[in-house]
């Protein structure tokens, strides 16, 4: 199975707060977690991403906690502002020499309201 | 670094014609680039997978002589759309995997297909 299902399809945020996307995966092979954000309009812009061997990994305000046994993993934006409205996509792929194929969840819309 | 460019940005054609879309990797040497597909308030389609120098690798359901890739380069791979209709209009987007660890894919800022 090479589904990623994502959740919740929209979020609102007031300003300042956090910010919880999660997904789930039933493939065990995939080993590269990457997050992506999109603006409407524009293409996906990979703002983080993270491998199995590791539980969280933080980038400024972005962090992702990876539960390896659950086969899920969520982003988490802390201090969220206006500017972060947008969609976020996350993926999953297996690190082969066909190119790394990238299976994409639903997406969420966030609203981070003044 | 890891910047892609598309060429246009934007197109609108005839029903019956054919549209060709760029994708260039800019500042790196990509052996694989793929290019999506994208509805309104929707995820991204996975159109194909294209290697430099030999035959695209289609998705099921991708018709291969409608959407003809070419990716003759290690910076620039090519999708035609032949013979446009209506039902074509969408968002297309290429990224290009950059070689290493975990070939991670940047992407393109998409070119907007419009067949009245």
Redesign the interface.
Same mark, same amino acid.
Do not use: V
């Given at each position: 199975q090479q589904q990623v299902k994502q959740s919740p399809q929209s979020l609102i945020v007031q300003k300042g707060g956090i910010s919880i996307i999660n997904c789930a995966y039933e493939n065990t092979a995939f080993?590269?977690f !990457?997050w992506?954000q999109q603006f409407p &309009?524009? *293409? !996906? +812009? $990979?703002l983080i +991403?993270i491998?199995p061997d590791v539980s969280e990994k933080k980038e400024g305000r972005f962090t992702i906690s990876f539960n390896k046994s659950a086969k899920q993993f969520s982003l988490h934006i802390m201090d969220s502002q206006p500017g972060d409205s947008a969609t976020y /996509?996350c993926a999953a792929?297996v690190?082969n020499n +066909? &190119?790394?194929? $990238?299976t /994409? &969840? &639903? *997406?969420t819309?966030l609203m981070v309201k003044p | 670094g890891a910047v892609v460019s598309q060429h246009p940005s934007w197109v609108i054609c005839k029903s019956g014609t054919s549209v060709k879309i760029e994708c260039r990797s800019l500042d790196f040497q990509a052996t694989t680039m793929f290019w999506y597909r994208q509805f309104p308030k929707q995820s991204l389609m996975l159109m194909a997978t294209s290697n430099e120098g030999s035959k695209a690798t289609y998705e099921q359901g991708v018709e291969k002589d409608k959407f003809l890739i070419n990716h003759a380069s290690l910076t620039l791979s090519t999708l035609t759309v032949t013979s446009a209709h209506p039902e074509d209009s969408s968002f297309y987007i290429c990224s290009a995997s950059l070689p290493g660890s975990y070939n991670e894919q940047f992407f393109g800022p998409g070119t907007r297909l419009t067949v009245l």
């Open positions: 080993d590269y !990457p992506y &309009g524009k *293409g !996906p +812009a $990979l +991403a491998r /996509f792929s690190n +066909a &190119g790394n194929m $990238l /994409f &969840g &639903g *997406g819309r | -």
